[in-house]
């Protein structure tokens, strides 16, 4: 929901471009054939854009429809999602906003259960079912294996190298002072409203 609006502006964008490469701009580019000037790069090189959508306009339809099923198939698929998941937390900003969900996920998740008596184990292997991504997915096993090998839960978070330093160190005050659903509650709190705010500056530099 916090996304919908940069997704519907983007879009806009999108159908903007492509009615002013369809439409507007092959006006223009009868307009300029009458010049008898070079006209500069940038402008040949948008009229040679908009002459192409026009004469191949299919081919255009052929390759962005490849692509939303290639999207599809990356997102949905087991396989796919070995690509997906660690690609999408590399991309600028776009990473930012689902490393940021995925803690309010996990520190939520996990406060709520661990405050009604439910052993770490346990919730582990219930957070790997809602984390939404495969890289962190693997990670809570991997926590799960080190607690069973007799490591606190602070060591075994931290090894995994994934989780933000404000989640490690309010994990680790919550085991000192045994209160380790109240700071991953508090964790939540912040992601959340951090994620308010990127989502509105995202919002901003879209527009």
Do not use: C, H
């Not at 006209?39 to 959508?53: H, K, M, N, Q």
Request: net charge positive.
């Amino acid at each position: 929901n916090a996304t919908l609006y940069p997704k519907m502006v983007i879009g806009a964008i999108f159908v903007a471009i492509v009615i002013l490469i369809v439409f507007v701009i092959p006006k223009f580019a009868n307009l300029y054939k009458g010049f008898k000037t070079e006209l500069p790069l940038p402008t040949r090189i948008l009229i040679g854009i908009s002459s192409f959508f026009s004469k191949y306009w299919y081919f255009v339809i052929i390759i962005l429809t490849a692509l939303f099923i290639t999207y599809l198939l990356l997102k949905n698929t087991k396989q796919g999602r070995k690509i997906y998941d660690p690609f999408i937390l590399k991309i600028p900003i776009i990473g930012e906003i689902v490393v940021k969900i995925i803690m309010v996920r996990f520190s939520r998740f996990f406060s709520l259960l661990f405050s009604s008596g439910v052993v770490i184990t346990n919730i582990l292997d219930l957070l790997q079912k809602v984390m939404g991504n495969l890289v962190y997915e693997k990670r809570i096993l991997n926590i799960k294996n080190d607690i069973l090998a007799g490591q606190s839960f602070g060591d075994a978070i931290s090894r995994t190298g994934i989780f933000t330093p404000l989640t490690l160190e309010m994990i680790r005050v919550g085991e000192e002072t045994g209160s380790l659903d109240e700071m991953l509650k508090k964790v939540s709190e912040f992601y959340e409203s951090e994620l308010d705010y990127t989502i509105k500056n995202l919002t901003s530099l879209i527009e």
